[in-house]
């Protein structure tokens, strides 16, 4: 059985281009697959960010993941810093990462260009993602388009580390791609992304998703309600192909191009079509919030099974790495205590 590895930042609302893109994917992939997913949160200090909201953000993306479909039965959901070998395992690798495949990352150029001081952090993030995979060995990673360059460097840095020390320890990890490889954000330009502001939570209750889709970009061709539009152009429309029914999706273009439509019954139909498919996630978020103990059981039953396989990796790292072993607990304490004595 393949193993799969996703993991999501608790930098901001999980919203419906994660949902879409990768979160859904993962509740599917829970039904034949062993599934290992993180709340990253060593990944979120990368970017500036409130230590207050830290932990809370944390129990809302569980929440979120939970309410999405992730059966704590089925598939292992933990918080990363939960489980200290990822930062181990991230400082060996970074021992045969190079520093030119760190700078090239397109992720790294958008958030560096966002920051008035780059951390060293941000840089090394793809190593760190590197090794939240590599921990678990895991061959499958479900991720939306961005991650791809990432999932690239995270095969070549199992390639060179297997290579530096002779061994085939770490298997490439492939990536796993929704039809939603890319949700565009609500001002059409840049992907959707929780640092960004551009998003709809999955978790918003139906009025603010109106709010939110009232104003967004369409194609700028239709500047008055009278001017046609082209469809393909325009990223309501894409939400509708992932939302809406065949036959919607079909008026819904007839109505862009004849301009028989203005954007806003467009919208209105699209923000419909979203709240119902996702009043169930947010019903079933309200439950795990007032019963806050599920949710931090979940998190503490999947943060036990990793850290058994994280502590197995590390073990075999270090001996293939050469460190030397440490001496069992209790030992050397006999001699210090002579050394006292005389
Ligand atoms: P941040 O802005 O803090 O980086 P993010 O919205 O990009 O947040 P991540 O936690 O970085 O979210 O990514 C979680 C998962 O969601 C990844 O698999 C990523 O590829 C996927 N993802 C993020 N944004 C999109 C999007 N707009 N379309 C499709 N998939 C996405
Ligand atoms: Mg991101």
């Known amino acids: ?26 509740v599917a992939l829970q039904a034949d697959h062993d599934c290992i997913f993180s709340i990253v949160d060593l990944h979120a200090i990368t970017q500036s960010y409130d230590p ?32 200290p070998e990822h930062t181990e395992l991230a400082w060996a690798l970074g021992s045969v990462t190079p520093l030119g495949e760190l700078e090239r990352m397109t992720q790294f150029k958008d958030k560096s260009a966002r ?31 961005d991650q791809l360059q990432h999932l690239e460097l995270a095969r070549e840095i199992a ?10 320890l770490f298997p490439e990890p492939q990536p796993l791609l929704s039809k939603a490889r890319r949700i565009v954000g609500l001002d059409g330009k840049a992907k959707m992304s929780k640092s960004l502001g551009n998003t709809v939570g999955i978790l918003d209750p139906p009025e603010v998703i109106w709010e939110k889709l009232r104003p967004a970009m369409t194609d700028p061709a239709r500047k008055t309600r009278r001017d046609p539009g082209t469809p393909e152009l325009c990223n309501i429309y894409a939400l509708h192909q992932l939302l809406s029914k065949p036959a919607e999706i079909e008026h819904v273009a007839v109505q862009c191009r004849t301009a028989g439509w203005g954007c806003l019954e467009c919208k209105r139909l699209l923000a419909d079509n979203m709240i119902a498919a996702l009043a169930p996630i947010r019903e079933r978020a309200e439950d795990l919030k007032a019963h806050p103990g599920r949710v931090h059981e979940a998190l503490a039953a999947g943060a036990a099974k990793c850290r058994g396989i994280a502590a197995e990796t590390m073990a075999k790292v270090r001996d293939i790495m050469g460190f030397a072993p440490a001496a069992p607990a209790g030992a050397g304490s006999h001699r210090g205590g002579r050394a006292q004595d005389g």
Request: zero cysteines; proline letters at 6%.
């Open 52 to 83: 207050k909201e830290l932990a809370p953000r944390t129990f809302e993306m569980a929440v979120g993941l939970l309410a999405a479909g992730i059966d704590p039965d089925r598939a292992a959901l933990f918080v990363q810093s939960h489980v």
């Open 1 to 26: 059985m393949h193993r799969v590895f996703s993991g999501i930042q608790p930098s901001g609302e999980l919203h419906i281009g994660n949902y879409l893109g990768a979160v859904r994917n993962w």
């Open 159 to 168: 390639r060179r580390w297997n290579a530096r020390f002779g061994t085939e």
């Open 115 to 145: 920051e008035e001081t780059v951390p060293a952090g941000l840089l090394n993030y793809p190593i760190l993602q590197a090794a939240d995979i590599l921990l678990y060995q895991a061959d499958r990673v479900p991720v939306g388009e």
